[in-house]
């Protein structure tokens, strides 16, 4: 059974930052292409992407975490990070990681959460001003 378990969220205030991690367990593939991304969701609004990986290390972002977040990787501990950085009050939502098997990152302008095949149950991140 695939499990992603996120952990990291928490509050801050505006101008901090935050590291969450998800650790993944069960899925045995990893030698074959694969994405894994960050997602979240405000209240009240729909699930975005916010950050990719591919299996071959490229990254990608949406426009709004450009420049602030980081996303990386730690095969050997089969661990997807997002190191977050100068937040503000708009990144307020419940992060999520996903993984897709056997394919690679769409652009996450016209990636959808049903392109992902296994999600974390998410981890809450609230920026105060």
């Known amino acids: 059974q695939v499990q992603l378990v996120e952990s990291g969220g928490g509050s801050v205030e505006a101008g901090g930052s935050l590291r969450l991690s998800c650790v993944v367990s069960?899925?045995?593939?990893?030698?074959?292409?694969?994405?894994m991304a960050w997602f979240r969701q405000p209240p009240g609004q729909s699930r975005e992407g916010v950050a990719s990986?591919?299996?071959?290390?490229?990254?990608r972002y949406a426009d709004s975490a450009k420049g602030r977040f980081t996303i990386s990787k730690d095969n050997a501990k089969n661990t997807l990070y997002l190191q977050m950085n100068t937040l503000k009050p708009d990144d307020t939502a419940m992060y999520y990681c996903?993984?897709?098997?056997?394919?690679?990152?769409?652009?996450?302008?016209?990636?959808?959460?049903?392109?992902?095949?296994?999600w974390g149950q998410g981890t809450q991140v609230t920026v105060s001003s």
């Open positions: 990986i591919d299996s071959d290390g490229t990254t």
């Open positions: 069960g899925y045995f593939y990893f030698h074959s292409r694969y994405c």
């Open positions: 996903a993984l897709r098997g056997l394919f690679g990152c769409e652009p996450l302008a016209t990636a959808t959460p049903a392109d992902y095949h296994y």
